[in-house]
Nanobody, 124 residues
Framework: QVQLVESGGGSVQAGGSLRLSCAAS?????MGWFRQAPGKEREGVAA????????YYADSVKGRFTISRDNAKNTLYLQMNSLKPEDTAMYYC????????????????????WGQGTQVTVSS
C-alpha cells in the first residue's frame, strides 16, 4: 500500500501561483491530481505516467497548470499559475498499483490510494 502526503496549498489572489507537492512512500507508475470544491464532485485535474512522463490535463487547467514528477524522490508536483477563484478547492493526489489507460487517468474511480488533501483558496 502506498501512502501519499500532499503539501503546498494555501491562499492566493487571482492571477497568483502555487506549487503543490505529493510525496509517495513507494514507487508508482502513475499519479494524478484531483480537486473537490464544496458541493461539487471530485474532478480530475492532471495526471502523469512516471516512466514516460506523459501528461494529461483537464481542459479547465490546460496552459495554466503543469504536472511533473521526480522519480528519484517518488514525488509529484503541480505548478499552478494564473489561478482563478474557480480553482478554489481541496486538492488531492492519488495513485494506483495498476497501469490505467490514458482515458481513465482523470477519473477519480481509477485510483485506490489517496492523500489527505491540501486546501487551495483563490480570492478575487
Amino acid at each position: 500500500q502506498v501512502q501519499l502526503v500532499e503539501s503546498g496549498g494555501g491562499s492566493v489572489q487571482a492571477g497568483g501561483s502555487l506549487r503543490l507537492s505529493c510525496a509517495a512512500s513507494g514507487y508508482t507508475y502513475c499519479m494524478g491530481w484531483f480537486r473537490q470544491a464544496p458541493g461539487k464532485e471530485r474532478e480530475g485535474v492532471a495526471a502523469i505516467y512516471f516512466g514516460s512522463g506523459s501528461t494529461y490535463y483537464a481542459d479547465s487547467v490546460k496552459g495554466r497548470f503543469t504536472i511533473s514528477r521526480d522519480n528519484a524522490k517518488n514525488t509529484l508536483y503541480l505548478q499552478m499559475n494564473s489561478l482563478k477563484p474557480e480553482d478554489t478547492a481541496m486538492y488531492y493526489c492519488a495513485t494506483d498499483p495498476l497501469w490505467p489507460p490514458p482515458d481513465r487517468l482523470l477519473k477519480p474511480s481509477t485510483f485506490r490510494y489517496w492523500g489527505q488533501g491540501t486546501q487551495v483558496t483563490v480570492s478575487s
